[in-house]
Nanobody
Framework: QVQLVESGGGSVQVGGSLRFSCVAS????????MGWFRRAPGKEREGVAA???????SYADSVKGRFAISKDNDKNTLYLQMNNLKPEDTGMYFC??????????????????????WGQGTQVTVSS
């Protein structure tokens, strides 16, 4: 099991940027697929981005071209760079990890049901 702790949330104006970090402990995540998810107020959780052990990426259509997921295996840390933020990006963001999991073979890995380990989340508020 992997313990995940997110950081980097906050309040930002429309068009601004934020960078999330998710530090993993308890196990190396080199062989894991990791993802970012969010839950907006009154909405269901949705997958935002994922990166698998080979470095393959997937993104939700709503964030393509604005968000970038990356991973530093030496630091056991997952990142999400978010640019050109919009009010609809407001919500609680969670990182998740799943041993194995291959983008393509297992789909886009943007379904929360594909992940076992979750962080507690970090809040983002985008205001105009």
């Amino acid at each position: 099991q992997v313990q995940l702790v997110e950081s980097g949330g906050g309040s930002v104006q429309v068009g601004g940027s934020l960078r999330f970090s998710c530090v993993a402990s308890g196990s190396t995540t080199n062989g894991y697929c990791m993802g970012w998810f969010r839950r907006a107020p009154g909405k269901e959780r949705e997958g935002v981005a994922a990166i698998d052990r080979d470095g393959d990426l997937s993104y939700a259509d709503s964030v393509k071209g604005r968000f970038a997921i990356s991973k530093d295996n030496d630091k056991n840390t997952l990142y999400l760079q978010m640019n050109n933020l919009k009010p609809e990006d407001t919500g609680m963001y969670f990182c998740a990890a799943q041993a194995g999991g291959w983008i393509g073979f297992d789909g886009d890995m943007l379904d929360g049901e594909d992940y076992k380990d979750w962080g507690q989340g970090t809040q983002v508020t985008v205001s105009s």
